[in-house]
């Protein structure tokens, strides 16, 4: 996956959070990130694994600024997440939940909490366009409300990040590294939310 960006406007951010390199979820943003930059916009795509990201220490070191005071990955994260116009989380289950390089993630975001509930001021570097995420998802148990919990969490992020829960695409039943490619409309589906993203054809 790429991390390079150019100086155009980031269009849609895809955030790998999984462990495991060339896994499940993997496989979906990477369709969904080809769709969206088939549409010919800017995209990158961040991989949580290869970054540092400390969990947020509740220092409350951002309360007065809005900006987090641990130098690392997440400084240059921030300013993509509010720069970007969609965003693209993917992350698999992992005891009811999403993994812990995405949740030491959406919790370093609390500088971003702040700059929205402290400071009032808009999260968006541009608030005037309206901003969607799509949760991408899989689980190896067939669990019914399998992915609720980390729905709430993923919901309760992009409302922070003023961005609407526009879609989803989580499969229950998926354990092996890479047998989603089995699925017989998984990465087909995730190839044409991409192009609807890049196209702001979500649902409003
Ligand atoms: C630490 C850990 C916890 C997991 N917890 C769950 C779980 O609670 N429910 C579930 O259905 N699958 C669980 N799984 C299985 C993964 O969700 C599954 O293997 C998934 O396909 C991994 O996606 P990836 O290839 O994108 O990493 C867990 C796997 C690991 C390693």
Redesign the pocket.
């Known amino acids: 996956m790429s991390q390079n960006k150019t100086a155009n406007q980031l269009k849609v951010l895809g955030i790998a959070g999984?462990?495991?390199c060339?896994?499940?979820?993997?496989?979906?943003l990477r369709q969904v990130m080809a769709g969206a930059s088939s549409s010919g916009v800017e995209t990158k795509t961040v991989i949580l694994s290869e970054l540092n990201i400390a969990p947020c220490h509740h220092c409350d070191g951002c309360i007065k600024t809005g900006k987090c005071v641990v130098d690392d990955d997440m400084q240059w994260l921030h300013t993509d997440i509010r720069e970007t116009e969609h965003i693209v989380l993917?992350?698999?289950?992992?005891?009811?939940?999403v993994?812990a390089q995405t949740k030491a993630m959406i919790d370093r975001c609390q500088a971003l909490w702040v700059i929205k509930y402290v400071l009032k001021l808009p999260v968006a570097i541009n608030p005037n366009k309206e901003r969607s995420g799509v949760f991408i998802?899989?689980?190896?148990?067939?669990?019914r409300n399998?992915f609720e919990p980390a729905k709430a969490t993923v919901k309760s992020w992009f409302t922070t990040l003023d961005i609407k829960y526009a879609s989803e695409l989580v499969f229950?039943?998926?354990?092996?590294?890479?047998?989603?490619r089995l699925h017989p409309t998984a990465l087909k589906d995730a190839f044409a939310i991409g192009q609807k993203l890049a196209a702001g054809n979500m649902p409003r």
């Open positions: 999984s462990p495991r060339d896994g499940n979820t993997d496989h979906l993917a992350s698999p289950i992992f005891f009811m939940g993994t998802s899989v689980g190896g148990s067939k669990l399998l229950s039943g998926v354990e092996e590294s890479g047998s989603i």
